[in-house]
């Protein structure tokens, strides 16, 4: 056999038994041999001889004889299966082996009665210990010639037979860490399996009304288990059921694993489903209970059938008695609902492992065993007969069973290996209101009458309404929103009043502290210009006298010639003069006389006796100003970077070998200029990435904002990408969202190649590439679950909603943009997109209209300094599930038709919040309020009219200045408005003309008709062509 066995755990296992077999307890004590005899019937599926020989050598043998003695082992099998065995059997330089007795292999004779071979092992049999009593698993019977002619030489010598199934079971009860990894992990796709499958068709069958049959969704249960999905990445080949999924419902229960699912129809009440998936031969189980539209008395039995297995779980500790834990909960049971005594399942459940139900471990009233550390239980608690009065007539009697696989600790509770989770919350299917009830109760005779054909109108009409008071329950969180947003924004900027913003002086620059310091060169005394390079100062000759000027008092410098000269001029930084972005006019004396420019002329001839021509320092000049100026802007912008950096801490290295790493991944932003491959290691207080090169990364974890994984799903790259809290410096830059990620297939596509659907090459890179995905999705999810353990959960990963994901261009172009538990995110794009919702104010729609296809998404932070983040060109058809999800998020959210200015809007609330507030705050943004929004739109229209050059210079310089993105967005979102105005091109310039003429009319109506206004009437705005973007 090419099939290897597990030596070390045969030899562990097999000195397990026999140490148990010499203490002698029990059965054991009263036995010479252990006899084990397996023979072919496949409608036996648990069986105590199959479990040992699984449990010993990892497979089932048939036609397989075990005999035990005192001093040696002897198997009787086929010739194949004796290949198999001599692993074991020869133990030669096999430290392991010692203590283990050793194995006599006898080959079945196939023809022949097999005599000789049976003298030998009843000779061996009889000549261990006192040769009387054989211990045997009596209730399993194999049929077959073979095994009668055993059974009848064993019966022929006069051997005692003693049952030894419990004993058995009880040594083979305590896993080893290997099976209680396959246990767990049984016990994790059986949960995938009834959330991810059971549980949503459930749903689906409620939602659409159908009628199947319970024997039907346990079929589809079955099937379920074939496809790869539900699985956790299992091998579907190692996977099958413990036994028929059992679900119940419409009155008739029964709270046993022996039944089966009936041909009757799902009743809407209370559904119970039990089933259990084997893993590699290794059993678990999971029973829960949905509920569709509960009673409150039936929610509270519930609830308090969760507490009895909460009760359970903290009694089953190592070395309590099976019975006291059974007694503990029934106390419980009876101090806090005693009526319900009566109605409880009569055990709690059972030991399982290879065998599914261990009969001699169950927990119930009588069972002196004690649990011991490593047994794994299937526990499993109902009530049954119990009586919803509300409910109709198939639904009145109903039953509660919940059940979970769970493994016994030290001192601890129980802990549950199913996380399937339990509470009302996520088993109740709630369909109508409370209000509704009485209608219903009138109906009752109607619908059965008219059955199913009454009954779906009426489950219609229910979800219309439902539907209906959905939009209506938004509306009113929305208006609790809006009231607790103004004050909230009001008391927020009344506290940080006090905090003046205190604007940075621009360093002042001095060329030299003392005239000591004044290089003594020729070129000075010659007045001539001259550069030191070492204070980066330019002397330059100024009415005869040599005049020092810091290089950073320089704005530019040009060199022409015309003529016979040379012309070098020289542009200073002046106030009224723009600095650079972000740098204002700020000079630490505006008062004081400053040089704007200085031009120097010299000829291009040459005199007679001068050694060269006199322009010639001019053309000196002006190249070393260049380089001194270039080498100061690259230093000063190198330390505005470091500007603001938080001081980490060190990285505290973790020497362990087995700590959490991914390899052969790259980093965004990169390092270099080329993307280079590295590590990603995690350490005690946080993660370091190595290149190949050398280059180290270190990213604290008390320093990350945001862990983010995005799966591969639907993407071309698989990535892991940390928002910071604090920006970190590599490459020479600053950083805030840094990223880890790793291709899992060809982003660019070769048109040219001649492709086929049926071409072998490409079916099988299509498969490479699917296996390559799930290889690379449980290497990253390996990764994050055991650095969240690693961290004690205190850095938790966050993975995006792409159910809830919608397209958008915060940037350049269109990316999926998805929420996750607490931010709004992209991060397969460069530069990625981070929205933390803790710090959203509100959420305004803009250019929300009926004919058009797109709208835009504007975020309004808490801290009003702070920019607001745009989102253009988002779909109109994601506009209600965005709502939806901001307000399950407890965010503000408006909706307008216009385009706002919103640098001006948010200077005018930072400038005077006090005034913001008191004309009713974020209110104007509100479609309710129209008549505050349109005073406010005309007062700003009206300023912007005003005539004012210098005025709008300087807005326009500013807004140039502000942000080095935020221009590229307006050139962005203009460019975007341009590509969107089809639809807002029909109309021709006669029908435009005639709206704005009506719109003035009506303008000048309102305006008669308010209070005395000193504006002048609102003008219309002018046709799409000239009308320009703001954000």
Not at 120 to 136: C, H, L, P, Q
């Amino acid at each position: 056999m090419a099939v290897n066995l597990d030596k070390e755990s045969y030899y562990r296992r097999i000195k397990r038994l026999y140490s148990n077999w010499k203490k002698g307890e029990d059965e054991f004590g009263k036995i010479d041999a252990i006899v084990v005899s397996v023979g072919v019937d496949e409608e036996i599926v648990y069986a105590k001889s199959t479990a040992i020989q699984t449990w010993l050598f990892g497979y089932e043998l048939t036609d397989t004889i075990m005999v035990f003695c005192d001093t040696k082992i002897i198997f009787l099998a086929s010739k194949k299966k004796v290949d198999f065995l001599k692993q074991v059997a020869v133990t030669k330089g096999n430290e392991n082996a010692n203590g283990a007795p050793p194995i006599t292999l006898l080959t079945r004779e196939k023809n022949e009665s097999n005599k000789a071979n049976f003298d030998k092992m009843i000779e061996a049999i009889r000549g261990s210990k006192e040769g009387k009593t054989v211990g045997v698993f009596i209730k399993d019977k194999f049929p077959g010639e073979y095994m009668k002619s055993w059974n009848d030489a064993i019966t022929a010598e006069g051997l005692e037979k003693v049952d030894i199934s419990a004993v058995v079971a009880y040594t083979m009860a305590v896993k080893e860490d290997g099976e209680l990894g396959l246990m767990k992990k049984a016990a994790a796709i059986t949960s995938e399996v009834y959330s991810k499958f059971f549980k949503e068709r459930v749903m689906e069958i409620v939602d659409a009304d159908e009628k199947v049959r319970h024997s039907k969704l346990a079929e589809s249960v079955e099937k379920a288990i074939e496809e790869k999905k539900y699985l956790g990445g299992a091998d579907p080949s190692t996977v099958e059921m413990c036994y028929p999924p059992i679900i119940q419902s419409g009155g008739n229960y029964s709270l046993k694993f022996s039944v089966v699912s009936d041909k009757n129809h799902m009743h809407f009440g209370a559904i119970t489903c039990a089933m259990g998936i084997r893993y590699k031969s290794y059993c678990s189980n999971l029973v829960r209970t949905l509920m569709v539209d509960p009673s409150q008395e039936m929610q509270d039995n519930y609830n308090f059938l969760v507490q009895v297995e909460e009760e359970l779980l903290k009694e089953l500790k190592h070395g309590v008695k099976i019975c006291d834990a059974y007694n503990a909960v029934l106390d419980f049971v009876k101090k806090e609902k005693p009526d319900l005594v009566s109605k409880l399942t009569k055990n709690l459940g059972f030991a399982m492992g290879i065998e599914f139900r261990e009969g001699s471990l169950v927990l119930n009233a009588k069972n002196q065993y004690k649990l011991k550390r490593g047994m794994v239980l299937s526990i499993s608690l109902g009530f049954s007969d119990l009586v919803n009065k509300d409910g109709k007539k198939e639904d009145q009697k109903y039953a509660l069973f919940i059940g979970d696989t769970v493994q016994i600790n030290e001192e601890e509770a129980a802990t549950i290996l199913t996380p399937a989770k339990k509470k009302i919350k996520n088993v109740g299917i709630f369909l109508k209101n409370d209000d509704e009830d009485d209608e219903e109760e009138d109906g009752d005779d109607a619908e059965e009458l008219l059955g199913k054909g009454a009954r779906s109108a009426a489950l219609l009409a229910d979800r219309t309404r439902n539907e209906m008071t959905a939009e209506e329950k938004r509306r009113a969180h929305q208006k609790e929103l809006a009231n607790s947003l103004n004050e909230e924004a009001k008391r927020r900027l009344t506290e940080q009043k006090g905090e003046q913003h205190i604007q940075k002086a621009r360093k002042s620059n001095v060329s030299y502290k003392n005239v000591s310091q004044m290089p003594r060169e020729k070129d000075i005394r010659d007045m001539k210009i001259y550069i030191d390079k070492k204070y980066e100062t330019v002397v330059m000759p100024v009415f005869g006298i040599a005049t020092p000027f810091h290089i950073a008092t320089i704005k530019n410098i040009s060199m022409s010639v015309e003529g016979d000269y040379t012309y070098l001029r020289i542009n200073f930084y002046v106030p009224g003069s723009s600095l650079g972005r972000q740098e204002g006019n700020i000079f630490p004396n505006p008062d004081a006389t400053f040089v704007k420019e200085i031009t120097y002329r010299a000829s291009n001839l040459k005199a007679p006796g001068d050694t060269s021509v006199p322009s010639t320092n001019l053309q000196n000049a002006f190249r070393i100003i260049k380089e001194v100026q270039k080498r100061y802007k690259t230093r000063e912008a190198e330390e505005k970077e470091k500007e603001g950096i938080v001081k980490q801490d060190s990285l505290v290295i973790n020497l362990n070998r087995s700590n959490p790493k991914l390899k052969d991944l790259y980093i965004r932003p990169n390092i270099a200029q080329k993307r280079m491959q590295g590590s990603l290691e995690a350490h005690t207080n946080g993660f370091r990435f190595t290149s190949v090169r050398g280059d180290k990364v270190d990213i604290l974890y008390n320093n990350i904002k945001h862990a983010i994984f995005q799966p591969c799903d639907g993407e071309m790259i698989i990535v892991l990408h940390f928002h910071l809290k604090n920006a970190i410096m590599f490459g020479k830059r600053r950083h805030t969202d840094v990223q880890f990620y790793t291709e899992v297939g060809e982003i660019t596509t070769d048109l040219g190649k001649h492709q086929h659907m049926h071409d072998r090459d490409d079916l099988y890179a299509e498969q490479m590439e699917r296996e390559m995905r799930h290889k690379l999705k449980s290497a990253f999810k390996n990764f994050i679950e055991k650095v969240e353990t690693l961290t004690k959960e205190e850095l938790e990963f966050e993975v995006p909603f792409r159910d809830l994901g919608f397209q958008g261009a915060p940037y350049r172009s269109t990316c999926l943009l998805q929420p996750t538990s607490s931010s709004l995110v992209n991060v397969t794009e460069w530069p990625p997109f981070v929205v933390t919702l803790d710090e959203v104010e509100l959420v305004h729609f803009e250019r929300v209209q009926f004919h058009l296809k797109n709208f835009d998404v504007v975020i309004v932070y808490k801290d009003y300094n702070k920019k607001v983040t745009m989102i253009n060109a988002v779909p109109v058809n994601s506009l209600d599930p965005i709502k939806e999800w901001l307000n399950s998020c407890d965010i503000k959210y408006t909706e307008g038709v216009q385009s706002l200015n919103w640098t001006k809007i948010m200077k005018t609330i930072v400038d005077d919040p006090e005034g913001f507030f008191e004309q009713g705050g974020w209110s104007f943004l509100d479609p309710d309020s129209e008549g505050s929004d349109a005073d406010k739109d005309s007062e700003s229209e009206i300023e912007d009219e005003t005539f004012n050059p210098s005025a709008d210079e300087e807005e326009e310089e500013e807004e140039e200045d502000s942000d080095e993105d935020y221009s590229s967005e307006t050139e962005d979102s203009d460019y975007s408005a341009s590509l969107g105005s089809e639809e807002e091109s029909g109309k021709d310039w006669d029908e435009l003309e005639e709206e704005a003429r009506k719109a003035d009319r009506e303008s000048h109506y309102e305006d008669e008709d308010t209070s005395n206004r000193k504006r002048k009437v609102r003008s219309h705005p002018t046709p799409p062509t000239k009308k320009k973007r703001r954000h």
